[in-house]
């Protein structure tokens, strides 16, 4: 839930002070993607497990680890891009923070 919390500061900030914004919706991005790794339990595991699903490049039937890998490509193109269109960004993290909070509240019964 603290990863949560964090994700959506870090958006808000991010939305307050465009001078900073990049940085503040990465950091968005991986607290959201913290979040989900932890409801599922086993952060270290789950990190792991998405790594190497990501090295094979081959399509995966399991829905949860589809997820799990869209995010992470999210989390690559957002560190990779230096020019980023700042204002859809901040709505696809939005976006991914929605997502985070009902995958916790799924996982975890908790309402975010």
């Known amino acids: 839930m603290r990863y949560l ?13 465009p001078y900073t914004a990049p940085n503040l919706i ?25 790594r ?14 589809k997820c799990l890998l869209d995010i992470q ?6 560190t990779q891009l230096e020019d980023v269109d700042e204002e859809k960004a901040m709505k696809q993290v939005d976006n991914l923070i929605q997502l985070a909070s009902e995958i916790v509240q799924v996982l975890t019964g908790e309402k975010a």
């Open 5 to 17: 919390r964090e994700a959506k500061a870090e958006l808000t900030a991010a939305q307050k002070m």
């Open 26 to 50: 990465l950091e968005a991005v991986r607290k959201a993607q913290a979040a989900i790794y932890h409801s599922l339990g086993a952060p270290a595991f789950i990190e792991k497990a998405v």
């Open 52 to 65: 190497e699903a990501s090295e094979k490049k081959e399509a995966t039937g399991d829905p949860v680890l």
């Open 73 to 78: 490509k999210m989390v690559q193109q957002l």
